[in-house]
């Protein structure tokens, strides 16, 4: 019986960015009803700022290894 690997940091970066996406997308979602109090609003924004930031550096990351891996074509 094989030991599990454990997944790269490759993967849990992907991982945690599509997880981001879907949690901010959740906290847009409900604050779009207009059923939330001024307090749990400001909560879910300050998380939402938090969850792009996060994504942003992602993304940054992702656009600097695409320049550096074509930069020699």
């Not at 997880?19 to 847009?28: A, E, F, G, P, T």
């Not at 939330?36 to 996060?54: D, N």
Request: glycine residues 2%.
């Amino acid at each position: 019986m094989s030991t599990p690997r454990k997944p790269t940091k490759k993967q849990i970066t992907s991982v945690n960015f599509e997880k981001s996406l879907q949690q901010l997308n959740m906290l847009v979602e409900k604050m779009e009803t207009g059923q939330l109090t001024l307090e749990t609003s400001l909560s879910y924004f300050e998380e939402g700022i938090t969850l792009i930031r996060q994504c942003q550096k992602t993304l940054n990351e992702a656009e600097q290894k695409v320049e550096i891996l074509t930069k020699n074509e």
